[in-house]
């Protein structure tokens, strides 16, 4: 069973992790503003069809995490190790490497200033995310 307090709380996480508001998460999923605000309130229960339209517009949301606070958000690569299965032959196995590829002077160049413009900057606050779902905002 979905815990509504819980889920609105992680509701809230996607929403100050992508800086959107509840109008425009109601948007960008195709929904109305008084649904957001509902499930927000805890009036009413998130349905599947709201569900699957947030993991539609949010690949980064893994489904167990948004239901349960079970995983992680943002969705962590998986990181397998290439071990033959049993269905895979020894060259499927097999990792492929390739050598990096030479960045250009124009791509290096707008990497440092843009880099430059973020160390000018003031910091607003931080937002440290935990793996039980749970956050921090610290504003200095």
Known sequence: MVNIEQFAKRLHILMD???ISAALLAEKIEVQRSSI?????GRNKPSLDFVLKIL??????????????????????EIQESAPTL???????????ETPKSISKV????I???EKEIVNQEIERIVV???????KNYMP
């Open 17 to 19: 992790y992508y800086e």
């Open 37 to 41: 605000s509902h499930i927000l309130s």
């Open 56 to 77: 539609k517009a949010f690949p980064e949301v893994e489904l167990y995490w948004l239901l349960n606070g079970v995983g992680h958000f943002p969705k962590q690569a």
């Open 87 to 97: 269905f895979s032959s020894n060259k499927e196995s097999e990792v492929k490497t």
């Open 107 to 110: 791509v290096a160049n707008d």
């Open 112 to 114: 440092v200033n843009k």
């Open 129 to 135: 995310f935990y793996r039980n779902g749970s956050f």
